[in-house]
């Protein structure tokens, strides 16, 4: 006749034997409080969403991840020319990064980005195979948190994309018009990278 231990009894038996059956652990942190929402870029312009979020995040993984490894930024002329020689010399992706780290560290209490006109409505959209160019406005609003109003950065550019092996990524943004009297984003990029 076979003998049937409740489990209460087998637990009490593993405890004895000196394990626990049951380990606690630290809770997984969800990513979206450090990198934003990830969106695969099935689609050109989920590009535009995933460098919002990564943007808006305290990680820049999004961001990152929407970047061309060949990723390269053009700034204005006006800009150009506001800063020493070399200034935007070399803008790579990993520079890029370095930026955004730094504007980050300095715009703390929140950072937004919007791509396009509103709900990603382009003045200009060219896609073709495996390629797509948008241009249109953006703005960036970052606010430092020391009491100031936040700060608004904005222009007109052109941003080219292309379809890689993960989906689509941003390859350049090129920026070809102020609006209005705001400084661009390409301006705000330049002040950090003269600054050493």
């Not at 997984?28 to 989920?46: C, L, M, R, T």
């Not at 092996?165 to 002040?191: D, H, Q």
Request: net charge negative; with cysteine; charged share 25%.
């Amino acid at each position: 006749m076979k003998r049937h231990f409740p489990a209460p009894a087998i637990m009490c038996l593993a405890l004895v034997l000196g394990g626990c059956l049951f380990t606690p652990r630290d809770p997984a942190k969800p990513e979206g409080d450090q990198a934003g929402n990830w969106i695969v870029p099935k689609s050109p312009k989920d590009v535009f969403l995933n460098l919002a979020s990564g943007i808006a995040a305290a990680g820049n993984s999004n961001y990152e991840r929407s970047l061309a490894e060949d990723f390269t930024f053009v700034p204005l002329d006006q800009d150009l020319l506001q800063f020493p020689d070399g200034t935007y010399d070399d803008w790579t992706k990993t520079v890029e990064m370095e930026i955004l780290d730094r504007i980050k560290g300095d715009f703390q209490a929140g950072r937004s980005a919007q791509y396009g006109h509103g709900n990603l409505v382009f003045t200009r959209e060219d896609i073709g195979v495996g390629w797509a160019e948008f241009e249109g406005p953006y703005r960036w609003t970052l606010d430092r948190g020391d009491g100031s109003e936040p700060e608004v950065y904005s222009a007109t550019a052109v941003f080219y994309l292309r379809e890689g092996t993960a989906g689509w990524i941003l390859e350049k943004w090129e920026e070809i018009e102020v609006i209005e009297s705001y400084p661009t984003a390409g301006n705000l990029r330049g002040t950090f990278r003269a600054a050493g």
